[in-house]
């Protein structure tokens, strides 16, 4: 490479920079959203032990373990779409194990998982309490909840809760998603600039 006024590289004469920029970006873009997959996976990391919490009175009931101070916050019981979607935890292992090695079979794995895992469980759950969300939202005050069928959990509307935790986990799921679709883009341009050579 020729520096102004300096000694030049040998072997080159400084017109393959361009080509040096063309591989430099994907590498840039794949450190960045390396980095912004791993935030991903952490905060996925910390509502599924949010989601353990949720689902650890049911848990002990299933393994006959009687706990009074769980058993007297009195959590409703767990629908199937719940114990789904902590297996999406699974799935980190796999994208952190991809982004490590730059595997792009691992990584759509990943995606795949997270897809088929995190986001259908949560649409489901959207579905699920969509009722009851629209009833207490077109409720009038001092209406009683409960004989419009909406479950209060410590006198909070459990769907409001749940859509919250929605809301939440989908942008995560989709986040994930995205900084991993740009990781993909990345190392198959890197490989195609290999090819190149």
């Known amino acids: 490479m020729a520096s102004r006024g300096g000694a030049m590289i040998t072997g080159t004469d400084g017109t393959d920079f361009q080509y040096r920029q063309q591989v430099a970006a994907p590498h840039q873009i794949s450190i960045l959203n390396k980095s912004r997959l791993k935030q991903c996976i952490f905060f996925h990391a910390i509502l599924f ?17 009687f706990v009074m101070e769980i058993e007297e916050l009195q959590i409703p019981q767990p629908l199937y779409w719940e114990y789904i979607w902590c297996l999406s935890i699974l799935a980190c292992f796999i994208g952190l194990s991809a982004a490590k090695g730059n595997k792009i079979r691992e990584m759509k794995k990943f995606m795949i998982l997270i897809f088929a895992l995190g986001i259908l469980p949560i649409i489901y759950c959207c579905l699920h309490y969509f009722t009851n969300v629209w009833d207490y939202m077109v409720a009038e005050d001092g ?8 479950l209060l959990w410590k006198e909070y509307p459990y769907c409001i809760l749940w859509y919250a935790f929605c809301i939440v986990g989908i942008q995560i799921h989709l986040f994930t998603l995205l900084f991993s679709w740009n990781l993909l883009k990345a190392w198959n341009a890197r490989i195609a600039a290999r090819k190149y050579q």
Do not use: N
């Open 143 to 150: 209406v009683d909840y409960e004989e419009l069928g909406i």
């Open 49 to 65: 032990f949010v989601m353990l919490a949720k689902l650890t009175p049911d848990i002990l009931d299933r393994l006959d373990i």
